[in-house]
């Protein structure tokens, strides 16, 4: 069965890192483009980065993420994952991880498969 698992979330303060990992079974990841969603308590989601391969790897970031955050892939693994440094009180979230076409974009709409999300609290 096609699944997403996403994992390494917890609770860091701020100014610590984290690295999320997401595991894909039942499709190959790198024929998809991949990104990284956060959710925070009464805000709508939003798109944080994502990677695709286009004979290389193009990626894109967030502005509000953009120098703190690096997403990564290994296709052996078939997994991605999104490393997370710097970290701020409002990074805290659930952060999701789909996948969805070939197009690297932060448009949530444009992804097909979800994971079930990992919590990531800031706090000190």
């Known amino acids: 069965q096609l699944q997403l698992v996403e994992s390494g979330g917890g609770l860091v303060q701020p100014g610590g890192s984290l690295r999320l990992s997401c595991a894909a079974s039942?499709?190959?990841?790198?024929?998809?483009?991949i990104g990284w969603f956060r959710q925070a308590p009464g805000k709508e989601r939003e798109g944080v980065s994502c990677?695709?391969?286009?004979?290389?790897?193009?990626?894109k970031y967030a502005d509000s993420v953009k120098g703190r955050f690096t997403i990564s892939r290994d296709n052996a693994k078939n997994t991605v994952y999104l490393q997370m440094n710097s970290l701020k009180a409002e990074d805290t979230a659930v952060y999701y991880c789909?996948?969805?076409?070939?197009?690297?974009?932060?448009?949530?709409?444009?992804?097909?498969?979800w994971g079930q999300g990992t919590q990531v609290t800031v706090s000190s």
């Open positions: 789909a996948a969805g076409g070939t197009i690297p974009t932060l448009h949530s709409a444009l992804y097909d498969y």
């Open positions: 039942g499709f190959s990841l790198d024929n998809y483009a």
């Open positions: 990677i695709t391969s286009l004979g290389g790897i193009t990626t």
